[in-house]
């Protein structure tokens, strides 16, 4: 049998749009496409433009309609761009080209927001528990969050903040606020006698994401207090038998 003409091979999937972040089955990644040499194995690696180690699965075998599927380990491979690569050898021995498809792995999530706490508005406006550091009050229902955005070289590209109405962020009040990264600071209005606390969550451009944690509480006393004497009254007499 002459066997002149080279085989092909076709990656399917993944594609150049696909991402590989922290929420992908990095051990079981499926890998799919088209084939010309039906019977005949085809040959799968990936490397990453990062380095790291990679052992190919087994060969899967083209199937009779002219297809491949299998599943490769990319877990011990870095950060990077990753290079898929299928190739086919005919019967005769003849090498047919390989199909290279590249595709952007980032599993690294964002470094989160710290120092999470609450600023004055105006000077005076908050004061902190005696006995609990954690806990703030403010004399004026106008909070601020503030907190210090991530500058590392996984900073987040996004934020999303969360408002609670506890001291625990666990009862969400409002819709999540999305911010640009750069921001570090966003405006509440409470009610007298609320309790405050928020989380931020930080995103990346590949889907990676980190939440932080509970921020400091906060409730607002923005009612003065009151006080009433009821005794003594006008009609008491301090007199010579008064002690």
Partial sequence: TVQSAAPSVVISSP????VVNSSTTQNLYPVSGTCSEVGLPVSISVSS???GSFDPPPAPTCSNTGKFSATVNISSLSDGNLSFKAIQTSASGVDGPSDIIVVKKDATAPTEASSLTWVEVNTGDIKTDATDPNKLYSKI???KAYWESPTSID???SLILQF???????????APITLLSNIKDQVLQGANGGVYSYKVTSLDAAGNSKVSGC???ITVQSAAPSVVISSPTVLNVVNSSTT
Avoid: E, F, P, R
């Avoid at 594609?15 to 696909?18: E, Q």
């Avoid at 609670?164 to 409002?174: E, F, L, R």
């Fill in 15 to 18: 594609t150049v749009l696909n």
């Fill in 49 to 51: 433009s990062a380095g």
């Fill in 141 to 143: 229902a106008s909070l």
């Fill in 155 to 157: 900073a987040a590209d």
């Fill in 164 to 174: 609670y109405q506890d001291q625990a962020c666990t009862i969400s009040v409002g």
């Fill in 215 to 217: 921020s400091k509480s």
